[in-house]
């Protein structure tokens, strides 16, 4: 397996500066905007950004944890159940504007699962989708992301994986190349 | 990670301490889902899940029903006073007729222990029992503790005391199993009619005088006397055993600490357990029966992953 660093710690921060400025250019002071995370990797996303857009901002942004296990399409079409993570939304999403937000967007099915959990807790008027990673032409599903960090073009084959300094101890992506032997 | 280590559920002996483990981790999301304003998932929405109860129930029938609706699953309910089991059919007769109407999965309450053993060796489907007559009851055994994990933060290291009925008790005999799993100390305490005879080979204390057994626990779990299972006479009259073992708010109060009261439900007030324990603080019913849903949604889901199409 070859590992290519296709976003290293330094452009990392660069890149969650950008898209916090981004988002504030469209909402302004968000207050009548919240930010869901889609569970698991998703609330890393969240936390990086809640953090800095604060940070600029100096106000609390509000924000959500949400679970879409129970939602997804390949239930039984694993040889492992899904084990659900927890969801944490204790505000109404009724008229808000709700980004959320994940690492990769890949096929598309983990937002369309996203989008089935959300609309559960009501009607908002406006949902729009941040993904750190874009991988580009690898769609199952007719959906795009509103604001992304990166844009990488893949094969099936490949992996990539967004590591944190919490977590794996470097801000960082890492694209994976299965060796062409095997 | 993690799937269960058994195809049914047809007692809690047959699960380990992960399974269990499991089902409270993935019923407190479902927990979560039955607090929401819109109370469903599509999880389940291409199963299908026969209830079948051979045996009277409502809090158990009523719970189950709720668990797979609130998943999105079709169900079929079916109960033996209207049905042709009257006429003479056999169960696995009745089950596989059912079952040719494409049903994945079946839930069943019976009056004979090991009914749902002796079903999922013989069907295609997966069985959750739901109660087989004095043996298990093991869906009511997970949200015991679940609930007991719930209010005292774990179920490890601490004393339960069952009270009661416990030689027709099948809701007994899967606590003692899941709390003695999940490393808690189990006691039972009852009339020396009411307790059996080898119980202590389970690994349980046994204790004839409720004041007693209550100074010891930290959850008491009261249960009701099974009159429609006592063919013979046990003991002299219900007066007389509510006298004895009859939980009353004055014994409470006399208690050094504050213990948690559970029941199973249904409560015979005035009986095993008096109107002013089972509304206070300290009783957890209500918290139970909440519990169950999301216990039971646990269980189905859990199973239902490993149906494959």
Redesign the interface.
Known sequence: MERQVILNSKHFELTINRLCYQLIEIHNDFSNTVLIGLQPRGINVLTRIKERLESILGKEVVCGNLDITFYRDDFRRRDIPLIPSATNIDFVIENKKVILMDDVLYTGRTIRSGLDALLAFGRPEQVELLALVDRRFRRDLPIQADYVGKTVDTLISERVSVEWKEIEGEDRVVLFTPDSNG | ???LSVEHLVGIKDLTKKDIE?IF??A???K??IN???K????LRDITIANLFFENSTRTRLSFELAEKR?SADIVNFSAASSSVKKGETLIDTVNNILSMKVDMVVMRHPNPGAAKFLSERVDAKVVNAGDGTHEHPTQALLDSYSVRERLGSVEGKKVVIVGDIIHSRVALSNIYCLQKLGAEVMVCGPTTLIPKYIHELGVKVEYDLKKALEWCDVANMLRIQLERQDIKYFPSLREYSMQYGLTKEMLDNLPKEIVIMHPCPINRGVEITSDVADSEQAIILDQVENGVAVRMAVI??L??????
């Open positions: 990670m993690d799937s499991l981790k993935t407190d999301a479902f979560e889902v929401r304003p819109i469903k998932v599509p999880s998943m889901y859990l239902a992953s490993k149906i494959k199409r």
